[in-house]
């Protein structure tokens, strides 16, 4: 495979390798991921994530295994390893599909190649045109708030709701984004702020719970998130805390866009409560780890629950904002998404 270069993934030399996730801001490191349980392990740990990432990132190592001589028995097992590594995020399974199709063919290294390589493409298209259209739903002077990591780091491009938002920035619009902390692993105060300081787009870092006061005095304009998995009905897996943001701004009126790919679109999947949600780590909640050490700050037998993940349903989204357009809630409730 030709040399490659994303924000997250980079080829060299055959061999496939991603930014760690988890190693932002403070470094920019390199990991291999090389070979299927390497990848999984990052994904579990989130050194791979965003949505449209994760699919990349495993159809870019099963074409690269076929190219380093894997035979299609073992790739076929690989392609189903890689699958169950994250429930939730169905633009993993729908990349996957893409290349078990190019698996079957006569000549698979080489279909496998070319697929992998046409989702990468594909995906740098589709957020230029998630951030053209969503770009038209901001007003001038808005203050935006975000949840979670949906820019460069998440995707090939140039992101999804992150990627709207610094289009619109671009051209004006935006005055200043409340970047929500976002647990798990806060990856919106150590990504998202990371990316909106790179972009040079004001932004002002809150925790989760800071939210409401600051929809209850008017200092919030729209809220734009992302999706990890868009069910028939229109409900909406996205990390976890996203549900209580389209709540509090139905109450005060304020309009919530939810921006992803086709590719996150879930036709066979009827509504939010037949979303797989991922559960992670009580260690995640109990206490923190890193380069500095380990603080536990609950008691060692603390019972947790941590989901990754929640439902918004489709009646608190304003609009889905796809690399096709902006989908209204009376399209939706049409059937849009279940053709």
């Keep these: 495979m030709q040399t490659l270069q994303t924000t997250s993934l980079r080829v060299i030399d055959n061999q496939l390798f991603i930014l760690d996730q988890q190693a932002l801001p403070q ?7 090389d070979s299927v349980p390497l990848l999984v392990e990052h994904i579990h740990a989130l050194r791979v994530r965003g949505a449209p990432l994760i699919g990349l990132s495993a159809s870019l190592l099963l074409a690269l295994l076929a190219e380093n001589g894997e035979d299609r028995d073992t790739l076929a097992r690989s392609l189903e390893t890689l699958r169950a590594s994250r429930p939730t995020a169905v633009n993993l ?5 893409r290349m078990k199709l190019a698996l079957a063919q006569e000549d698979y290294v080489s279909a496998l190649l070319a697929e992998a390589l046409r989702l990468i493409e594909e995906d740098k298209a589709l957020c230029d045109s998630i951030a053209q259209a969503g770009s038209t739903l901001v007003k001038p002077g ?3 708030l975000t949840h979670c990591n949906t820019g460069g780091l998440a995707t090939a491009g140039v ?4 990627g709207v938002i610094a289009l619109a920035h671009q051209q004006g619009k935006v005055t200043n984004v409340w970047v929500d902390e ?3 692993l806060l990856q919106g105060g150590r990504l998202t702020a990371w990316e909106l300081g790179e972009l040079g787009v004001p932004y002002q870092l809150i925790t989760d719970s800071m939210a409401a006061s600051l929809m209850a005095k008017g200092q919030v304009d729209a809220i734009w998130v992302g999706a990890d998995r868009i069910a028939a009905n229109g409900d909406v897996a996205n990390k976890i805390g996203t549900y209580s943001l389209a709540v509090l701004a139905k109450f005060h009126g304020i ?12 036709p066979n999947c009827p509504n939010g409560e037949a979303i797989p949600i991922e559960q992670r780590a009580a260690a995640e909640v109990t206490g923190v780890a890193g380069s500095f050490g380990a603080v536990q700050w609950a008691p060692e037998n603390a019972q947790v629950y941590n989901p990754a993940f929640d439902v918004t349903p489709a009646s608190l989204i304003s609009g889905w904002v796809l690399d096709s357009g ?6 939706v409730s049409g059937g849009y998404f279940r053709r």
């Design 326 to 331: 902006v989908v209204t809630p009376e399209q």
């Design 142 to 144: 808005s203050r935006l």
């Design 182 to 184: 976002t647990r798990p």
């Design 159 to 162: 992101g999804t709701a992150l």
């Design 255 to 266: 309009p919530f866009y939810v921006a992803a790919p086709q590719t996150t679109l879930d």
């Design 93 to 97: 399974m729908n990349n996957l599909d």
């Design 27 to 33: 470094e920019k490191r390199w990991l291999p991921a």
